[in-house]
């Protein structure tokens, strides 16, 4: 079954670009998630320089949270 909301994978090839990225993409899931009114945004490290931003329903509406989980 395709994800309704799917992430925006993150990645860069230096810490200025790799964190313009991510405040693009949580920018982004950002619209998405004030559409549905209802979930808010997670933020997931994968290692040290790939990231992903999603709406979450684990997530109240207007927070963005951060987690870790290491491939």
């Known amino acids: ?13 230096n810490p200025e670009s790799l964190q313009e990225n991510i ?5 982004e899931i ?3 998630a004030m559409l549905l009114g209802r979930h808010g945004i997670m933020v997931t490290q994968h290692d040290f ?3 992903s931003v999603k709406i979450s329903a684990e997530v109240p509406y207007g927070e963005t949270w951060e987690q870790r989980s290491f491939r």
């Open 1 to 13: 079954m395709p994800t309704l909301h799917p992430a925006i994978e993150v990645d860069g090839a």
């Open 23 to 27: 405040t693009a993409a949580v920018n």
């Open 30 to 32: 950002r619209s998405r």
């Open 49 to 51: 320089n790939s990231f």
